[in-house]
């Protein structure tokens, strides 16, 4: 299986939409997963890491967090926008 499938982008979907992904990828032997959001959604990423972790992935671990800057175009311009990456491995 590819990289690229591993990777959750959190967006406006429920919460629990994203573990449900997560779960299932974990089920189809994947060890790895990085969850990606920036902005607002960083704190619906740690929900999702923290959920999965917690109640339906007792095996996960932490891997990798990144948190970092990303500088946006957008209508007004340059702005900087907050991102977070984390990797849950099992």
């Not at 779960?23 to 060890?31: G, P, R």
């Not at 990423?45 to 175009?73: L, R, S």
């Amino acid at each position: 299986m590819s990289e690229e499938n591993n990777i959750i982008y959190v967006g406006k979907k429920p919460t629990m939409n994203y573990v449900l992904a997560i779960v299932t990828q974990f089920n189809n032997n994947v060890d790895k997963i990085v969850i990606k959001a920036r902005g607002k959604s960083i704190s619906k990423a740690v929900d999702i890491a923290e959920i999965t972790k917690n109640k339906f992935v007792q095996t996960a671990t932490y891997a990798k967090i990144n948190i970092e800057t990303e500088k946006v175009q957008g209508e007004r311009g340059e702005s900087n926008v907050s991102s977070i990456e984390i990797t849950l491995s099992k």
